[in-house]
């Protein structure tokens, strides 16, 4: 136990003296950006998907690891959609397998959901003094802060069709249900999944930069509370503009190695 403690704090000094010298704060930007976002879903079974535009917008804290590398973590409000829709040709009207030509099953409906996206990022930069290229790769969560569907879902049942459907309560004519309102039902609170982007930093002095970087996101899990339905997020494509503050531009002591 003995020979482990002083193990310990042999490694540890030499820690402890580098801390004091590379001050914490003089590691740390924050920074803004914001730009426009494109989403899309993939399985599912939801027919003629379209994906919603929109644009998100978020803080983040840096923590610079060395000269070339550092960890980013933020929070973003990510708005995100889809809509989709379909008409049959026809309808299966009985157990007799009676096909009524004349009658029709159909669906239009617009999702949107607005997330609060926590990413947690690892940032590659090159080399360079006033123009370095960006490459960030890590994981995002995302919390449903709101949910909002608009719509309809019903069947068309046409008179001459009528009298071969099982159902004597059935009218002829649309029986369509409405939906404008709130979705939690619909949703599952949270999702998460992989980000990537690659872009271009300006550094316009030692405590401001500006950044371009366009990047997608990748859903791995179902975003839908039905159980046997797997949609996911696809491809959320964000070209966002942002610009980086540091409040103690970074000076590398003359005794600090590691990571440079």
């Not at 027919?47 to 917008?57: E, F, T, V």
């Not at 009207?93 to 996206?117: E, R, V």
């Not at 950044?211 to 039905?226: A, E, M, Q, R």
């Amino acid at each position: 136990m003995r020979k482990f403690l002083l193990a310990l704090l042999f490694i540890m000094l030499p820690l402890v003296s580098l801390w004091a010298q590379s001050t914490f704060s003089n590691r740390i930007s924050y920074g803004l950006e914001a730009g426009p976002q494109f989403n899309s879903v993939r399985n599912g079974g939801f027919l003629n998907a379209k994906g919603r535009i929109s644009g998100d917008a978020g803080v983040y804290v840096q923590y610079d690891i060395s000269r070339k590398m550092n960890i980013r973590f933020g929070a973003y409000y990510d708005p995100r959609g889809f809509e989709t829709s379909y008409k049959s040709d026809f309808l299966v009207l009985s157990d007799t397998g009676y096909i009524g030509y004349n009658s029709f099953y159909a669906y239009d409906m617009t999702y949107k959901i607005n997330y609060l996206s926590f990413p947690l990022n690892f940032v590659y930069l090159s080399g360079g003094t006033k123009f370095r290229l960006l490459v960030e790769g890590g994981v995002y969560l995302s919390i449903a802060i709101y949910s909002h569907e608009k719509g309809y879902r019903g069947i068309y049942v046409d008179p001459e069709d009528l009298p071969h459907f099982g159902d004597s309560t059935l009218t002829a004519g649309f029986h369509m249900k409405d939906f404008d309102g709130p979705a939690r039902d619909f949703f599952n609170a949270t999702d998460f999944g992989l980000h990537f982007a690659f872009g271009l930093v300006y550094q316009y002095s030692d405590k401001i930069a500006f950044t371009f970087k366009p990047g997608f996101d990748f859903g791995l899990t179902s975003i839908i509370s039905t159980p046997d339905v797997d949609l996911k997020w696809d491809r959320i494509v964000r070209l966002n503009f942002g610009v980086v503050y540091k409040f103690h531009p970074y000076v590398k002591p003359k005794k600090e190695y590691i990571l440079q």
